[in-house]
């Protein structure tokens, strides 16, 4: 093999589909590579040919300028794929598997990986803890929107699916395990979601419904769901979630509405640090989201936040904002004993236990974020659709695996 192609971002507000590198057992020097990580053997490693990877609104933070990532980034962290080739330090998984591949890169050598802490793994990332395909600041491992991509730890990251023919099948449920699935989850469960909980979710998009496809399968008594967007909100009441409009303004009225009282045991932050403030003409205001939700969770609940937030965001509106400093009523969240679970969710915590729940048909987490095959030809056109609102999750299809679909 000697050809690759790539989806690669090339400054703000564009992507285009490139021709670049096949995969080596070797990290080489590139857009957003460490210099300590260049030359770094991987023959732990794996070589995918991709089965599926996904579009994600974390991307869409990076393609809109909203952060420092360097132009021809191949971008993707949304992986799934079929082993080509292994490394010779790989023992157990074998060519012709066909993997979920977690978006956080974890070594399953230090403490935290040890204590399933794998979204900040201490070894492969020079610059901070936590590993991640195609991220600003994430190590310089290359992006997986690819045809080919290489996995490091391959018998350790990868999760293989038990029969080929039904992964293949369920896929557009299961390439959601690389991210947004368990990624919704650990919001939800972050929040102290169980049975007969009420539950507040910031955010529409993908990471949203994923969050609120995951509290009911917690559990939930009743799932609210606030966004701006109608096409959004639409796509959560098609499963059974209970919507507020945002451009009315704060959630609290509307909850009560809703619940007879302006309160809800859980919330989750699936927006991040592009928030808006409430009302029909809300400016940016990326504290919004986290001072709502410390306003309308009872006394001794919880927050997850599995909605980004960054060190470095060029076009943040003030320097403190840049910094990724914003102004949190934190005063609030003390005087309510409130709990907070920030950061990368570790997918591996989670992945074997949704991916079970897909294959035994327990849930249908492709129907409720609304995903759409396209080709990796049509990347620009899905990334220009998302940003613009679409109430879909597009997921790129490089080697034809998904034409069924």
């Not at 049509?378 to 997921?395: I, L, M, S, W």
Request: proline letters at 5%.
């Amino acid at each position: 093999m000697s050809g690759n192609r790539a989806v690669a971002y090339e400054g703000t507000g564009k992507v285009s589909v490139i021709d670049t590198e096949y995969p080596t057992f070797e990290l080489k020097d590139g857009p957003g590579v460490d210099p300590r990580n260049v030359g770094r053997k991987v023959p732990h490693g794996a070589i995918l040919k991709t089965v599926a990877t996904n579009i994600c609104g974390s991307d869409q933070h990076m393609v809109r300028g909203r952060t420092t990532a360097p132009k021809d980034l191949i971008l993707g962290h949304e992986i799934t794929g079929e082993v080509v080739e292994v490394g010779p330090g790989v023992e157990f998984i074998k060519v012709g598997d066909i993997c979920s591949v977690p978006f956080n890169i974890s070594c399953g050598r230090c403490r935290n990986c040890k204590e399933r802490k794998t979204g900040i793994c201490l070894n492969v990332n020079p610059v901070q803890p936590g590993g991640a395909y195609g991220y600003v600041d994430m190590g310089g491992w290359v992006g997986g929107q690819a045809e080919y991509v290489l996995v490091p730890y391959a018998d350790w990251n990868l999760l293989k699916f038990p029969d080929r023919d039904q992964a293949l099948e369920k896929m557009m449920d299961l390439t959601m395990l690389s991210d947004i699935f368990p990624t919704g989850y650990h919001g939800a469960v972050s929040a102290g979601v169980g049975a007969g909980s009420t539950v507040y979710i910031a955010g529409a998009g993908p990471v949203g419904l994923a969050a609120a496809t995951s509290a009911l399968l917690l559990g939930a008594a009743a799932v609210i769901v606030g966004d701006m967007n109608e096409g959004r909100l639409a796509q959560a009441r098609s499963f059974g979630c209970e919507t507020i409009d945002l451009t009315k303004g704060d959630p609290k009225d509307q909850i009560e509405q809703i619940l007879g009282v302006p309160e809800v045991d859980c919330g989750v932050d699936a927006v991040g640090f592009e928030a808006k403030g409430h009302g029909k003409d809300g400016h940016e205001a990326p504290a919004t989201v986290l001072n709502s939700l410390m306003e309308i969770t009872t006394a001794g609940g919880a927050l997850g936040i599995p909605g980004l937030y960054v060190t470095g965001d060029p076009g943040a509106e003030d320097k403190a904002a840049q910094k990724g400093s914003l102004s949190l009523s934190l005063g609030t969240g003390w005087a309510k004993s409130l709990s907070f679970v920030t950061g990368q969710c570790p997918v591996m915590k989670y992945n074997r236990g949704l991916m079970m729940a897909i294959l035994h048909d327990k849930v249908h987490i492709a129907d409720n974020v609304n995903a759409k095959a396209i080709g990796l030809e049509d990347a620009p056109r899905g990334y220009a659709e998302f940003d613009a609102g679409a109430a879909t999750k597009y997921v790129l299809n490089p080697n034809g695996y998904l034409d069924a679909a």
